[in-house]
């Protein structure tokens, strides 16, 4: 709804405060010091304007363009991941996996179509990324746009007055948008009315921060004071700490644009600021300092040989992690810094060139396709050598290790066969043992392969060693398999040629005599139940021998790694003790596989004695805070486990308290009166027999528990066309009071606005009962989501998420479907005109066709 405020009536208005219409049919102004009128291209008007236009910077990681935002969903390409991005906490992870990836720029895509929305909520509809880059070049960001620090705490409301002073409509506002709307459309409408705000209103800042205003100028003052807390002071960023941070690597910095993306910032622990780029031999040169003033920790670039005027000056630090990312900002400039560390310990030139000469290195490349493993050795007199099936070493070319700037870098000169990995690799990770280099798009691993000790050896060996089996018929006899040809995927068989022998003595283990059978039973093979296993090295002849027990252990005693200790949880109860369920479905006993029988019981003695077991497992009640779980095995063989019982303050009246009650009842010729089931308001809350319930004309009485209504379930309202009524609830020496909003709307069929084919839609599912006289489409019911743009179609066999709109034109409400995909139902995708409209019932028909009609009926539960 739109407005226009004459200012002659404006300056009637505090006259008319003074005085009380005698006539029935006004609606007098109760507290008319509660409210202001609001004056189109005041200056409040026009803050309130800034404060809610689209802020086009909060998704600059998107599009590098503060001047509009992307209208969410949408689907990204990052490093060939499709991720889709619905929410602002997507965008913050988006953030963190963009500060993660290493490569080039232009490392984001969209999937287009896309469409792109400006301060004044106007949309553009971008099919391509050369007309998304149009907009971007175009982009000249207006700091007085919008208001960034201060947001509308939602609802608020306006109240809007004819010349006479008689409310005759209040206006809700849910967002930012709608605000901004109704707003500008006050300058638009042609009718003479007086709009003032409804008091109080909350203002919250970008700190966190809130103050509630009751007047045009408290609010007004309270915008104008907004922008003292835009840059959010993080108390953790301490001097001497970033001082340490800064120096420690290289910084990768933004302005949300890509006009620093070959840029890093070196902070040199003696003042010296460098300004790199790429691997340029010379930098601009610069100094930096830090200082604490009363806003926080300063950061003062000086005496730059470039980009004096874009970063010269003095920066305050509103953000810093030990993640290594810190936020600096000057004027209306934020520049997002981010740490560069491609090296670890052990990264460093000289100690990569003290390791690499060490061992044998296995090589694996995405640009040489091998079937058997390539091994290279890389001498200290610079040759690169690799080792043949025999283990035979040839040269095959030369290495070095430079460094530029801070970056280490690995040269390869090699030839027969290995030219394509010539080149300069860069360092980028390195643990011990392992280095990772890249170059481009191609990348090297190296795994470095040193000589094993026999104990290295063994140790690797035995991880395939069984030595527990079971006992089938509880005679203490079992049959142990060693499975020798498992070695075949050991990682050890890949390092060396190895083979492995069981022995029933550590001295035939020694000498490899007296082998033992990869299958033998104990103890009828074995005096003892310990054998000996020995591992040698076919290509050094050395060898070692680990003792190994082998355990007889009964097969249905498996039963006790079903269980293990339990805790249950319960309310606190308001007149007695808890009650707990100790029942098997609780804690979980149906899904063990193995027979056992189960008991519970109070002390530990009773358990192990298997005594005194409790009773009524589903309703124990108790104070005590551990029981105890016997579980016995077929063979007779028993654990006790504790099942801990713990309490929690639960709120009994969560369920009343999650929803507002409203029953509705559709009447015609005006009948202002109606009769309600008031049990059906709550009734998914008052299922609990614990729970007295009561039904009350006015708060005052139920909370004194007097009047109750004696017939709740018919109940005629008398008193208007809506009313309210109370409904009590008492658990224990506990209650609370909620309200039922009685609403009786008029049904007969007439014309509806924007809004209130918004409302009706959301409250109830609705079906088509007939598309063009055909009921093919009412097994599809229909979930209007209120905020998301969300409708979710369904049957009783699929799920549909599709999208609505609605648009108010010159010729009645639009309702507009995408997204529609699912057999037959693909049919109402497109723009349909609201032709006649109930709370009840809706007829569509089509844009482009008038003859194409949907009946929408509603279903309310």
């Not at 070959?262 to 691997?279: C, R, T």
């Not at 095959?396 to 870098?409: K, L, N, P, R, S």
């Not at 022998?501 to 003892?528: G, K, M, V």
């Not at 519970?600 to 805070?625: M, Q, R």
Request: glycine share 4%; proline share 3%.
């Amino acid at each position: 709804m739109s407005f226009r405020i004459n200012s002659i009536v404006i300056s009637l208005l505090f006259v008319l405060f003074c005085f009380t219409s005698c006539q029935d049919e006004i609606n007098e102004i109760e507290n008319p010091n509660d409210q202001e009128a609001i004056v189109p291209n005041s200056t409040l008007v026009n803050l309130m304007g800034r404060t809610a236009a689209n802020s086009g910077a909060a998704d600059d990681i998107l599009d590098g363009a503060s001047c509009f935002s992307v209208e969410l969903p949408v689907t990204v390409v990052v490093n060939d991941i499709t991720t889709i991005i619905e929410t602002e906490a997507d965008l913050e992870a988006l953030e963190d996996m963009l500060s993660d990836v290493v490569i080039d720029e232009d490392i984001l895509d969209f999937v287009f179509p896309i469409t792109i929305i400006f301060n004044d909520y106007s949309e553009i509809f971008i099919e391509n990324e050369d007309e998304l880059q149009t907009f971007v070049n175009e982009c000249v960001y207006n700091e007085n746009a919008v208001i960034e620090c201060a947001d509308f705490v939602y609802p608020i409301s306006f109240s809007v007055f004819n010349s006479g002073f008689n409310l005759i409509d209040t206006v809700v506002i849910q967002n930012d948008e709608a605000l901004y709307v109704f707003l500008n459309e006050l300058e638009e409408d042609e009718s003479v009315l007086i709009v003032s705000l409804n008091f109080p209103i909350t203002i919250q800042y970008a700190n966190g921060e809130t103050v509630d205003v009751n007047t045009n100028q408290e609010l007004t003052d309270a915008i104008e004071a907004a922008e003292q807390f835009c840059n959010v002071i993080d108390d953790d960023c301490l001097e001497d700490e970033i001082a340490l941070n800064l120096v420690e690597c290289p910084w990768n910095f933004s302005n949300g644009t890509d006009t620093y993306d070959n840029y890093q910032l070196i902070f040199n622990d003696n003042g010296e600021l460098l300004i790199s780029e790429g691997v340029a031999t010379s930098a601009i040169g610069g100094a930096w300092s830090l200082s604490t003033t009363d806003n926080g920790v300063l950061l003062s670039l000086s005496e730059l040989t470039a980009f004096q005027d874009d970063l010269e000056g003095d920066w305050l630090i509103v953000s810093c992690n030990n993640a290594g990312s810190i936020t600096i900002t000057r004027a209306n400039t934020v520049l997002e810094l981010v740490q560069d560390c491609p090296q670890t310990e052990g990264c460093s030139a000289l100690e990569i060139n003290a390791n690499i000469s060490e061992c044998v290195w296995k090589l694996e490349t995405n640009l040489l396709d091998s079937f058997v493993p390539i091994f290279m050795h890389f001498n200290l007199d610079g040759d690169v050598l690799i080792e043949d099936v025999n283990n035979l070493e040839s040269q095959i070319g030369t290495w070095e290790i430079v460094t530029i700037a801070t970056d280490v870098f690995v040269n390869l000169s090699l030839q027969q066969g290995y030219e394509s990995l010539n080149g300069q690799w860069q360092v980028v990770e390195c643990e011990e043992g392992s280095l990772y280099l890249i170059n481009g798009d191609n990348f090297i691993t190296l795994e470095q392969r040193c000589e094993v000790n026999n104990q290295d050896l063994l140790n690797c060996y035995s991880l395939y060693v069984l030595s527990q089996e079971c006992d089938d018929n509880n005679d203490g006899i079992a049959t142990f398999v060693f499975e020798t040809n498992s070695l075949q995927s050991s990682e050890c068989i890949e390092l060396y040629p190895i083979s492995g022998s069981y022995h029933p003595t550590y001295d035939d283990a020694i000498i490899s005599t007296n082998h033992l059978n990869i299958q033998l039973t104990t103890p009828t093979e074995l005096t003892s139940q310990t054998i000996y296993f020995r591992v040698f090295n076919q290509e050094t002849q050395e060898f070692a021998v680990q003792e190994l027990e082998l355990i007889v252990e009964a097969c249905n005693d498996d039963v006790f790694n079903c269980f293990g200790d339990f805790e249950i949880v319960e309310c606190n109860q308001p007149n007695n003790v808890p009650v707990y369920n100790l029942s098997a479905n609780t804690i979980g006993l149906v899904d063990c596989q193995y027979p056992f029988t189960p008991s519970f019981h109070e002390t530990l003695s009773d358990a192990e004695n298997n005594i005194n077991p409790i009773a009524n497992t589903e309703a124990y009640g108790t104070l005590t805070t551990e029981v105890y779980l016997r579980i016995e095995a077929e063979s007779g063989n028993f654990q006790i486990f504790n099942v801990y019982l713990n309490t929690e303050e639960c709120n009994y009246f969560e369920c009343f308290q999650g929803f507002d009650a409203v029953l509705e009842r559709c009447e015609e010729d005006n009948n202002t009166s109606a009769t309600f089931d008031l049990t059906i308001a709550f009734s998914n809350c008052t299922s609990n027999p614990d729970y007295n319930i009561s039904y009350h004309l006015t708060q005052s009485e139920a909370d004194a528990n007097i009047s109750p209504i004696l017939n709740p379930q018919s109940f005629t309202n008398f008193v208007a066309s809506q009313q309210t009524v109370y409904v009590r609830v008492d658990i224990g020496n506990e209650y609370q009071v909620f309200p039922i909003q009685l609403n009786v709307i008029d049904c007969s069929t007439g014309s509806c606005t924007e809004g209130d084919i918004d409302s009706i839609l959301t409250e109830c599912e609705w079906n088509i009962t007939s598309y063009n006289g055909s009921d093919n489409l009412d097994s599809y019911n229909f979930n209007f989501e209120e905020n998301s743009g969300i409708v979710v179609i369904y049957t009783d066999t699929i799920v549909i998420d599709a999208y609505w709109s609605t648009t108010q034109t010159s010729d009645g409400v639009i309702i507009e479907f995408t997204n529609v995909s699912g057999p037959n139902i693909q049919a109402i995708n497109g723009s349909w005109l609201v032709v006649e409209c109930t709370t009840e019932q809706l007829v569509l028909h089509a844009i482009n066709d008038s003859n194409n009609e949907i009946v929408l009926d509603r279903t309310c539960e």
